[in-house]
């Protein structure tokens, strides 16, 4: 049984930088794609990264690609998200997914490609 568990999320202030940490066990994680999602207050799911478990590929949303940088360490069985110059609206509640059999690159932006979630990990940033 796949489970992943986000952590790292706190409150900090506008500028600052934050690392989110995903922890996953239960798998070989060759040949999954390993995601990010933030939901904001009111709003749906929305793709922030992903990066493939091998080579370690990258893929951003536009807004956060200058800021936001994926790495994994594929031993320690860990995704991280190095969140800089963080806005008010990077705030939201921050997901780790994985999706075990992605098919095609445009499945890493879809949410409902992902087959196993994390509880989710609270991100605030004041102004």
């Known amino acids: 049984q796949v489970q992943l568990a986000e952590s790292g999320g706190r409150l900090v202030q506008a500028g600052d930088s934050l690392r989110l940490s995903c922890a996953a066990s239960?798998?070989?994680?060759?040949?999954?794609?390993m995601g990010w999602f933030r939901q904001a207050p009111g709003k749906e799911r929305d793709f922030v990264g992903a990066?493939?478990?091998?080579?370690?590929?990258?893929y951003y949303k536009e807004s956060v690609a200058e800021r936001f940088t994926l790495s994994r360490d594929n031993v320690k069985n860990m995704v991280y998200l190095q969140m800089n110059s963080l806005k008010p609206e990077d705030t939201g509640v921050y997901y780790c997914?994985?999706?075990?059999?992605?098919?095609?690159?445009?499945?890493?932006?879809?949410?409902?490609?992902?087959?196993?979630w994390g509880q989710g990990t609270q991100v605030s940033v004041s102004s």
């Open positions: 997914a994985a999706c075990a059999n992605p098919k095609s690159m445009s499945d890493y932006y879809r949410d409902y490609e992902y087959d196993y």
């Open positions: 239960g798998d070989n994680f060759d040949g999954y794609v």
């Open positions: 990066i493939t478990w091998i080579g370690a590929d990258v």
